[in-house]
């Protein structure tokens, strides 16, 4: 117990992350070579080709590509959609980690281990399952196939468990004394959850939501079979790079390619700052 | 009284956590709940803030019926063994939330807050957040947090037990002074017997789910109820078949009518006081004297010495078993 009855000095308090730049002590040089030579050759060697190849014939080239009306239509609905999911995944993903943790129900290691089950299932199984539920033969009569709610039925379905395995060990950690003091000071459970629970998952739950946003911009497995790929409709961007390849059009697939990084980039860079704010801000 | 404990019974599974416990605890005073680790004394605690329901019995606080009324409609003041800060907030934060979610005046909560930190001695702190506190200063944070919503009792689940040694003996001091000052009904549980005879007013010596004693600590130190409440009370060593305290026992250089011959095995000093390591018929013994008996008594291993009863002690109430 000992670092706990230590004062802080002011002059000691951690910096925020943002500013910790640290200078490696020397041993550690070999190792951020090494690492920084890996992520270039896996992640920044083949952006930086996709990059490239999108700019071949010029900004102009790049921009005509990019505002095609099926380009900029499936653009369009990659991001609607993405965004949606992302914050119904921020809501259920965290009402689900919470009856995980909080609750006894039978059943519940089931459930627990099923949320990891879109994550682990090849995403063209995901697509063939709701086909099967949801298509033109539905089992159950309700059919969204070829259709825009289709699409955000595949993503809601891929994106599952993010939000809810990034709050559930959080959740966990928590220490529940704060919320029996919370009680105990008179505040009801709805205050004792907005003013002391949430406040501690929201690092969390934007984390999630933030994976959960890039999953959902680059899905192509799941949306391919159910949504129909409908040029201007119901095309996804992932599937309009596939088609745009296929026709032949391999500047266009790297110009969209492209702008789907710059999304990706700017929603991560994004949340991260939300992330840091509403973690200083308490 | 504050508090009326009546018939209260608790189990957690197969687990007698209280059996049938009843208690009055005046108001104003500074009372502790003692007793051994599991014991139950922090879930008798826990039932008076509401924060577990008993399987039988009555809670009162302050004359009203509180048995079956909710933690946030008992105006208690609880503070916990580990803070239970709120960790995303400021110390100002943490001890205004009582007053900010009753939606009083910002005036009247930063008057309040600021009174609550001169109180505590955390005034310096008011900006910074809880991890950046010692945690002498973050249980006293909590005792503000707690007082700031003026509890009709302040109950204290062992608040001094994740300290080290110095900071507890001088928070415990402090509380005791504080108390003085505020004067709300206090309740405190703690394993540690000092600690209950240094800072509280009445003992409730609680054990296995049973009150055993209720007293003021001279009460209970001199006439303990039986040989459980003697022996976690203070220390205690058998002679021929009785409790007696070690400080209670004589060496004498000579035999007399009531006294036991005795072998000395080892002499200790412990600063002031000697421990002398007797043995009698083959049971270990053990006596503590004054350095100033142990040098006139010459004691060293080997020796043979003559003890006897000091004749001022009292006897348990009821000399029964022994351990």
Do not use: C
Not at chain 1, 264 to 276: K, S, T
Not at chain 2, 99 to 127: A, G, M, Q, T, Y
Request: glycine share 6%; hydrophobic share 45%; net charge neutral.
């Amino acid at each position: 117990m000992t670092q706990l009855d230590a004062p802080v000095p002011i002059a000691h308090r951690p910096a925020p992350a943002s500013r910790s730049v640290r200078r490696s002590p020397s041993g550690f040089g070999l190792s951020v070579g090494f690492v920084t030579i890996y992520l270039s050759l896996i992640v920044l060697i083949p952006l930086g080709a996709v990059v490239s190849r999108s700019n071949n014939h010029g900004l102009s080239g790049f921009w005509h590509q990019v505002t095609a009306p099926d380009a900029l239509s499936a653009l369009r609905l990659t991001v609607v959609a993405a965004a949606l999911v992302s914050a119904i995944n921020a809501v259920m993903g965290t009402l689900i980690a919470w009856i995980l943790v909080r609750d006894r129900f039978p059943g519940q290691r089931v459930i627990d281990a099923l949320i990891d089950l879109p994550f682990a299932l090849p995403t063209i199984v995901a697509g063939l399952v709701l086909l099967a539920l949801y298509g033109p033969n539905s089992a159950i009569h309700v059919s969204f196939a070829y259709t825009r709610p289709a699409v955000v039925i595949a993503l809601l379905f891929v994106t599952l468990p993010f939000v809810v395995r990034s709050v559930q060990p959080v959740l966990m950690e928590l220490d529940q004394e704060m919320e029996e003091a919370a009680k105990s000071l008179g505040a009801s459970p709805f205050t004792t959850f907005r003013r002391v629970v949430l406040p501690n998952l929201v690092p969390a739950i934007l984390a999630g939501t933030a994976l959960s946003f890039a999953r959902a911009i680059s899905e192509f497995g799941s949306t391919v079979l159910i949504t129909g790929n409908i040029p201007n409709k119901t095309e996804v961007a992932a599937v309009h790079i596939y088609s745009q390849i296929q026709s032949d059009n391999v500047a266009g697939a790297a110009a969209l390619s492209t702008v789907l990084l710059l999304v990706a980039l700017v929603a991560l860079v994004a949340f991260n700052l939300i992330q840091r704010w509403a973690t200083r801000r308490g | 009284m504050a508090i009326s404990v009546r018939g209260v019974s608790k189990r957690f599974g197969e687990f007698v956590a209280l059996d049938d416990v009843s208690l009055e605890i005046p108001s104003g005073a500074l009372t502790a709940l003692l007793g051994p680790s599991g014991g139950g004394k922090s879930t008798l605690l826990r039932i008076i803030a509401g924060l577990e329901k008993p399987d039988a019995g009555t809670v009162e606080i302050a004359g009203t019926d509180a048995t079956s009324l909710p933690p946030q409609r008992r105006n208690v003041g609880f503070v916990f063994q580990h803070y239970a800060a709120f960790k995303h907030m400021t110390v100002f934060k943490n001890i205004a939330f009582g007053l900010e979610i009753r939606k009083r005046p910002k005036d009247e909560v930063r008057k309040k807050v600021n009174e609550l930190l001169e109180l505590v001695h955390i005034e310096k702190f008011s900006d910074r957040l809880p991890a950046e506190l010692s945690g002498g200063q973050r249980q006293r944070m909590a005792l503000a947090r707690a007082l700031a919503v003026e509890p009709e009792v302040l109950l204290l689940d062992e608040p001094f037990g994740a300290l080290d040694a110095q900071v507890r003996k001088e928070l415990r001091a402090w509380l005791r002074r504080l108390h003085d000052e505020v004067h709300v009904t206090t309740v405190f549980v703690t394993h540690d017997q000092e600690e209950a005879m240094e800072v509280a007013d009445t003992i409730a010596l609680i054990s296995a789910g049973r009150l055993e004693q209720v007293g003021t600590p001279d009460e209970l130190y001199d006439h303990p109820a039986n040989d459980f409440v003697m022996s976690f009370l203070g220390p205690v060593t058998t002679l021929s078949g009785d409790l007696v305290r070690p400080h209670d026992l004589e060496l004498r250089p000579t035999a007399g009518t009531d006294t036991t011959e005795a072998t000395v095995v080892r002499v200790m000093r412990l600063g002031f006081e000697v421990r002398v390591e007797l043995l009698v018929d083959g049971h270990d013994l053990w006596a503590q004297v004054t350095r100033e008996t142990a040098r006139d008594l010459d004691l060293e291993p080997g020796r043979i010495i003559h003890v006897a009863r000091a004749t001022r002690r009292q006897q348990p109430d009821h000399a029964g078993t022994t351990g």
